[in-house]
């Protein structure tokens, strides 16, 4: 869609603001100096024209079009400071630090909230006295403080700039009520200076409540297209919890050094999804709103640095995120609407290069997200569940997926088969139903238009609930004159005629069904309307609560590869004069016979094996195990073989975690349900994995310190991975096994990683 604007302007003579005099400046130059590109993108130049001529200015552009710049630049021209509200703290230094990337002068750019200092905050204030600063992002709570509102107001206000201005609206994804305070707080600061409020996402309803409560006026409105030609979309049912690990994993892994995101509902199943892909090989990290602001901050540079390859989050990620190369989006559970869901999955692709967005739908998960609508309020219940059963409609559509979406943002979307969808690719037939949409229309009109789409399916199939005999609407002629078909029939057909036009839902009363002017025409003199029916998914039944099993079902290691392999082991450590525990640890060897890796890259799957270790050790290992397969006619596990330790790397994270605040072992053991002995197993393979364990703490209270040194070097000569042994040469010291197991875990950490 191109660029629109509202008719109706207002003069810039009547504002006493800092903004250019004449109608079109020269922003080429400007723009290679600042930001180095030679030309604008879209409607960029018109947008910042319109907000250095003083006008009020509402911008609506998709993920990765360049929204930033459409205020940064006028900051960086106009005379006096531009204030920014942003509503992510946690994102404002990532935002800021951009800015200043631009520019020789770290002052240029500042903000203002309540993770800064007194000192830092009189740096700050001292630097906008001093006009150095030319954007200031400030968070809506930052407004409300009268100090605050005192120190603005003596500021020179370029404009202000309200980023993800959809948090002002209850049917935003992401409403916040601070949003509805700040046309006060703008007032009491500069009434007269200009606003721009800028989002990725907004319904017309959006739309209206933005311009409404932010008070605009008369604000020009610049509405890019919401198609995203580059990202493909596919949803995939969710039949069972490990069947859809599975093939996530299995999916990332064959995108492998491609940067992605997986949104989950909970925190918890972040953690989890990110302790298992880190076991199968993939570098990943969580990222919710439950970890501490430095560890949050630490993570997203990860991520924006290539350090971590995925990143496993709830919604308290993404929002402002400049990293343009990100390749897949994947929702791990359903989105509350189809706002979230354009605006997570717009983070994919912003280069214009290739962006897949993959949800993986349950039942189950529509039921927790109406489950959590209980305890809200009558009115956000009514809106919320209005947004799920939107969401459902795109999930479960059989049409093209970004036709679905271009029409609930308000925009035409006429092309036919989009081909960069499963729908598709993979396109259903068609039925005609010419006669069955007559009926549905005049099933809507005996009803006055005053009812939802349940309440009309319910009398199209002739379904007597207490509401149509107290109605008595089971008079009508229309009542079940479509009860030879099923109700997922008349949904898909409503859901149809909705994207076709013929239909529209007014979600600000209940979803009431209405005919459009089209909807009359074709009642009036019908032509052929073809569906296609929607997808029912009944096998979508995945609950993330149901105990995980062994991914591939239960494995029995392959003996006679077994010893094979420990006895390269044991000629290996010979030859590198170390234990043979340092080379490979037994579990390790032991999943070896199982999963048969002839790569180094499969190697590197294999419990307790890390990158450098593959590289160090594995090439004899690898050749061993490719000689007896082609010898033995092994038929090897499926291509893909995912690590089923989903509790283990649960535990991975929480005995990492505790270490590090130094938690007594028994405490460690008891919190996870475990015996000591399983303990002290899976710290050791987390170290031979290649992640340093600091036990000292525990060591000195399990161990005299006396000891600790002809331990250690009892290891450093042994010959043999048994423990038995070795409680059996050092006997005058009297060990007990748990106590040779930390100390050979130490060992690991100092000699053998």
Same mark, same amino acid.
């Given at each position: 869609?191109?660029?629109?604007?509202?008719?109706?302007?207002?003069?810039?003579?009547?504002?006493?603001?800092?903004?250019?005099?004449?109608?079109?400046?020269?922003?080429?130059?400007?723009?290679?100096?600042?930001?180095?590109?030679?030309?604008?993108?879209?409607?960029?130049?018109?947008?910042?024209?319109?907000?250095?001529?003083?006008?009020?200015?509402?911008?609506?552009?998709?993920?990765?079009?360049?929204?930033?710049?459409?205020?940064?630049?006028?900051?960086?021209?106009?005379?006096? *400071?531009?204030?920014?509200?942003?509503?992510?703290? !946690?994102?404002?230094?990532?935002?800021?630090?951009?800015?200043?990337?631009?520019?020789?002068?770290?002052?240029? !750019?500042?903000?203002?909230?309540?993770?800064?200092?007194?000192?830092?905050?009189?740096?700050?204030?001292?630097?906008?006295?001093?006009?150095? &600063?030319?954007?200031?992002?400030?968070?809506?709570?930052?407004?409300?403080?009268?100090?605050?509102?005192?120190?603005?107001? +003596?500021?020179?206000?370029?404009?202000?700039?309200?980023?993800?201005?959809? *948090?002002?609206?209850?049917?935003?994804?992401?409403?916040?009520?601070?949003?509805?305070? %700040?046309?006060?707080?703008?007032?009491?600061?500069?009434?007269?200076?200009?606003?721009?409020?800028?989002?990725?996402?907004?319904?017309?309803?959006?739309?209206?409540?933005?311009?409404?409560?932010?008070?605009?006026?008369?604000?020009?409105?610049?509405?890019?297209?919401?198609?995203?030609?580059?990202?493909?979309?596919? #949803?995939?049912?969710?039949?069972?919890?490990?069947?859809?690990?599975?093939?996530?994993?299995?999916?990332?892994?064959?995108?492998?050094?491609?940067?992605?995101?997986?949104?989950?509902?909970?925190?918890?199943?972040?953690?989890?999804?990110?302790?298992?892909?880190?076991?199968?090989?993939?570098?990943?990290?969580?990222?919710?709103?439950?970890?501490?602001?430095?560890?949050?901050?630490?993570?997203?540079?990860?991520?924006?640095?290539?350090?971590?390859?995925?990143?496993?989050?709830?919604?308290?990620?993404?929002?402002?995120?400049?990293?343009?190369?990100?390749?897949?989006?994947?929702?791990?559970?359903?989105?509350? +609407?189809?706002?979230?869901?354009?605006?997570?999955?717009?983070?994919?692709?912003?280069?214009?290069?290739?962006?897949?967005?993959?949800?993986?739908?349950?039942?189950?998960?529509?039921?927790?997200?109406?489950?959590?609508?209980?305890?809200?309020?009558?009115?956000?219940?009514? #809106?919320?569940?209005?947004?799920?059963?939107?969401?459902?409609?795109?999930?479960?559509?059989?049409?093209?997926r970004r036709k679905v979406l271009m029409t609930y943002f308000g925009e035409k979307y006429t092309i036919e088969n989009?081909?960069?969808?499963?729908?598709?690719?993979?396109?259903?037939?068609? @039925?005609?139903?010419?006669?069955?949409?007559?009926?549905?229309?005049?099933?809507?009109? !005996?009803?006055?238009?005053?009812?939802?789409?349940?309440?009309?399916?319910?009398?199209?199939?002739?379904?007597?609930?207490?509401?149509?005999?107290?109605?008595?609407?089971?008079?009508?002629?229309?009542?079940?004159?479509?009860?030879?078909?099923?109700?997922?029939?008349? &949904?898909? %057909?409503?859901?149809?005629?909705?994207?076709?036009?013929?239909?529209?839902?007014?979600?600000?009363?209940?979803?009431?069904?209405?005919?459009?002017?089209?909807?009359?025409?074709?009642?009036?003199?019908?032509?052929?309307?073809?569906?296609?029916?929607?997808?029912?998914?009944?096998?979508?039944?995945?609950?993330?609560?149901?105990?995980?099993?062994?991914?591939?079902?239960?494995?029995?290691?392959?003996?006679?590869?077994?010893?094979?392999?420990?006895?390269?082991?044991?000629?290996?450590?010979?030859?590198?004069?170390?234990?043979?525990?340092?080379?490979?640890?037994?579990? +390790?060897?032991?999943?070896?016979?199982?999963?048969?890796?002839?790569? %180094?890259?499969?190697?590197?799957?294999?419990?307790?094996?890390?990158?450098?270790?593959?590289?160090?050790?594995?090439?004899?290992?690898?050749?061993?195990?490719?000689?007896?397969?082609?010898?033995?006619?092994?038929?090897?596990?499926?291509?893909?073989?995912?690590?089923?330790?989903?509790?283990k790397s649960g535990n991975k994270v929480f005995i990492i975690q505790q270490v590090d605040k130094k938690t007594t072992?028994?405490?460690?053991?008891?919190?996870?349900? @475990?015996?000591?002995?399983?303990?002290?197993?899976?710290?050791?393979?987390?170290?031979?994995?290649?992640?340093?364990?600091?036990?000292?703490?525990?060591?000195?209270?399990?161990?005299?310190?006396?000891?600790?040194?002809?331990? %250690?070097?009892?290891?450093?000569?042994?010959? &043999?991975?048994?423990?038995?042994?070795?409680?059996?040469?050092?006997?005058?010291?009297?060990?007990?096994?748990?106590?040779?197991?930390?100390?050979?875990?130490?060992?690991?950490?100092?000699?053998?990683?």
């Open positions: 869609m191109s660029s629109s604007k509202s008719s109706a302007k207002t003069s810039t003579k009547s504002k006493k603001v800092n903004a250019a005099n004449s109608t079109n400046v020269d922003l080429i130059t400007p723009l290679k100096e600042y930001f180095g590109f030679d030309a604008f993108r879209g409607n960029q130049e018109e947008i910042i024209n319109n907000v250095l001529n003083g006008h009020d200015t509402f911008v609506i552009m998709p993920t990765g079009g360049g929204k930033s710049l459409c205020y940064q630049l006028p900051a960086l021209t106009s005379e006096g *400071c531009a204030i920014v509200v942003s509503p992510l703290i !946690a994102l404002m230094k990532n935002q800021v630090d951009l800015v200043r990337g631009y520019s020789s002068k770290d002052n240029v !750019a500042h903000f203002l909230n309540s993770t800064l200092n007194k000192k830092e905050i009189k740096e700050v204030r001292d630097d906008l006295n001093a006009g150095k &600063t030319k954007i200031l992002y400030v968070a809506p709570e930052t407004l409300t403080r009268q100090e605050n509102i005192d120190f603005f107001s +003596s500021l020179t206000v370029s404009f202000f700039a309200v980023d993800e201005a959809h *948090c002002i609206s209850e049917w935003g994804h992401d409403f916040r009520p601070e949003y509805r305070r %700040l046309r006060e707080m703008m007032d009491q600061i500069n009434e007269k200076a200009p606003v721009i409020a800028l989002t990725a996402t907004a319904t017309p309803k959006v739309q209206q409540d933005i311009v409404y409560n932010l008070g605009l006026r008369k604000p020009d409105i610049f509405i890019s297209s919401f198609n995203r030609p580059n990202l493909h979309y596919e #949803v995939i049912p969710k039949v069972g919890k490990d069947q859809t690990i599975r093939n996530m994993v299995k999916f990332i892994q064959e995108n492998k050094g491609k940067s992605g995101i997986i949104y989950t509902l909970n925190r918890k199943t972040t953690e989890e999804l990110a302790a298992l892909l880190n076991v199968n090989g993939i570098k990943a990290c969580a990222y919710h709103a439950g970890l501490d602001s430095k560890l949050r901050a630490d993570r997203q540079d990860q991520f924006l640095n290539e350090d971590t390859q995925v990143i496993v989050a709830t919604i308290a990620f993404g929002m402002g995120i400049d990293k343009p190369d990100i390749r897949f989006v994947i929702h791990y559970n359903i989105p509350k +609407s189809l706002e979230n869901y354009y605006q997570e999955t717009g983070r994919a692709g912003r280069d214009g290069m290739e962006g897949k967005c993959i949800l993986y739908y349950s039942h189950k998960d529509v039921s927790k997200l109406e489950h959590f609508l209980r305890d809200k309020q009558l009115s956000e219940r009514e #809106v919320g569940g209005q947004l799920i059963d939107e969401m459902v409609a795109f999930a479960e559509s059989g049409q093209c989009c081909g960069s969808c499963d729908n598709c690719l993979h396109p259903k037939e068609s @039925i005609e139903t010419k006669h069955n949409s007559v009926n549905l229309l005049k099933v809507i009109k !005996a009803l006055d238009e005053r009812f939802a789409a349940d309440y009309v399916i319910n009398i199209l199939i002739g379904r007597m609930i207490p509401q149509i005999k107290m109605y008595r609407h089971d008079e009508l002629a229309v009542f079940a004159c479509g009860n030879e078909e099923e109700e997922i029939y008349w &949904t898909s %057909l409503i859901r149809q005629m909705l994207l076709e036009g013929l239909l529209q839902k007014d979600i600000t009363e209940h979803g009431l069904l209405k005919i459009t002017k089209e909807g009359a025409a074709f009642l009036k003199k019908p032509v052929s309307f073809k569906m296609v029916m929607s997808n029912t998914y009944d096998e979508a039944n995945e609950d993330d609560e149901e105990n995980t099993t062994e991914a591939n079902g239960p494995a029995t290691a392959d003996a006679a590869l077994f010893e094979l392999l420990k006895d390269l082991r044991k000629q290996f450590a010979k030859e590198k004069k170390l234990p043979p525990f340092v080379i490979f640890l037994e579990s +390790s060897l032991e999943d070896m016979s199982i999963q048969y890796p002839t790569t %180094l890259e499969e190697l590197e799957r294999i419990s307790g094996v890390s990158k450098g270790k593959a590289i160090r050790y594995g090439e004899k290992f690898v050749a061993l195990i490719s000689k007896y397969v082609e010898e033995n006619q092994v038929v090897k596990p499926d291509d893909f073989v995912m690590k089923s330790v989903v509790n072992l028994d405490v460690i053991a008891k919190s996870r349900g @475990i015996p000591m002995e399983q303990l002290l197993e899976e710290m050791e393979t987390i170290v031979a994995s290649g992640t340093k364990l600091n036990l000292s703490y525990a060591i000195d209270q399990m161990v005299d310190e006396d000891d600790q040194d002809e331990i %250690l070097d009892y290891f450093k000569s042994c010959e &043999t991975s048994s423990l038995d042994v070795a409680k059996s040469e050092l006997s005058d010291l009297d060990l007990e096994w748990e106590q040779l197991k930390i100390m050979r875990i130490k060992f690991l950490c100092d000699y053998g990683i």
